[in-house]
């Protein structure tokens, strides 16, 4: 099994008996190899892992004792004629045959140095532990889990520039954020940081009676309430248009004060409210599941991965000061992470 700190089933897979339907009960039993998974005994556990998959409930009372499947393994190493020699549960059996079913081709019995056809006999039953790993359909945790929990956001691409922005402090710049955010059903907000904003003056401006010129640093960050509606597809595909309301704050650093090559010390700034629009498109790619034994009860961290568009229209107008007007859009990719909280019983 491997080891990743998810509480889940672990589905212990003990094989039992391989009786070659050509042997008599008085052969030489040490002329002969029993069938095999490809991958040996711990490939055999892994696929049972993995492929098979009881419903949610069985988590929190799982079902005591232990089924037991008998299967053929032909001289090709075929699977056929799969059993219940011992039942668990009706679902549990069926599901553990619809997995036996699925298994690739086996390595056949050995007898002698020839491949023959023998029977193989699997024990499986369920516990609960700390360790393990096991892949449940995103459907059934949305089933368990409610629809609300907290997201966070890292994004990172280009921001154009246009109008005095672009005239001032250059035509495109890089752009970093993060946002954090309550997400209740369909709705989320939150609060969002573009952290990366530095860009030299192009062009003299004027900026609280200071005269900025090209020996000054532009400093333009955005702090937003990004207010969001997600649509998530069957697909995992989810859309959620955006609503940005924030404050354009503009930092002005001249460089080289106190001494040649010091670090730019920040001498005014000035600031404004301001109003965007954007699309984030992300898909989720990965779900990790926390189980808590003392609440008996399952949460989904999920993972997501996208691109955004983000439109900001900004106004800096404000008493000795240059007018500024322009738009900043943001084209970016964007890692996302949302913690549900525990599922309900």
């Known amino acids: 099994m491997t080891n990743k700190p998810i509480l889940s089933f672990?589905?212990?897979?003990?094989?039992?008996?391989?009786?070659?339907?050509?042997?008599?009960?008085?052969?030489?039993?040490?002329?002969f190899v029993r069938a095999s998974f490809p991958g040996g005994e711990r490939a055999f556990s892994l696929y049972w892992d993995r492929n098979f998959a009881p419903s949610w409930k069985f988590r929190a009372n799982p079902p005591e004792g232990e089924g037991l499947l008998r299967f053929d393994v032909d001289e090709q190493g075929n699977i056929s004629n799969i059993r219940v020699m011992k039942s668990l549960t009706p679902e549990l059996d069926r599901q553990a045959i619809d997995a036996a079913a699925r298994m690739p081709r086996w390595q056949?019995?050995?007898?002698?140095?020839?491949?023959?056809?023998?029977?193989?006999?699997?024990?499986?039953?369920?516990?609960?532990?700390?360790?393990?790993s096991k892949s449940v359909p995103w459907e059934e945790k949305e089933e368990q889990a409610a629809r609300h929990g907290l997201a966070m956001d890292l994004w990172g691409g280009v921001m154009p520039h246009t109008g005095d922005f672009a005239r001032y402090m250059g035509a495109i710049r890089g752009s970093l954020g993060i946002e954090f955010s309550y997400r209740n059903g369909p709705f989320s907000a939150g609060l969002g940081w573009d952290i990366l904003a530095v860009s030299r003056v192009r062009e003299y401006f004027q900026v609280n009676n200071l005269a900025a010129n090209e020996r000054f640093l532009a400093a333009p960050f955005y702090m937003y309430v990004p207010v969001r509606y997600t649509i998530e597809s069957s697909s995992r595909w989810v859309f959620a248009p955006m609503l940005t309301p924030g404050i354009q704050y503009l930092e002005i650093h001249q460089r080289g004060l106190g001494g040649s090559g010091s670090n730019p010390v920040k001498v005014t700034d000035i600031s404004a409210f301001t109003l965007g629009i954007g699309l984030h498109a992300s898909k989720r790619v990965y779900v990790r599941e926390y189980y808590n034994p003392v609440k008996n009860r399952p949460r989904y961290e999920s993972t997501y991965i996208g691109m955004r568009l983000m439109l900001n229209r900004i106004g800096l107008n404000q008493p000795d000061s240059t007018p500024m007007k322009g738009t900043a859009i943001t084209l970016a990719f964007s890692l996302s992470g949302w913690l549900q909280p525990f599922a309900k019983k």
């Open 10 to 31: 672990i589905f212990l897979v003990q094989l039992a008996v391989c009786l070659p339907s050509a042997l008599s009960a008085q052969a030489d039993s040490s002329a």
């Open 108 to 132: 056949p019995a050995i007898l002698d140095g020839k491949p023959v056809a023998s029977s193989v006999e699997t024990y499986y039953f369920l516990l609960i532990d700390r360790y393990g």
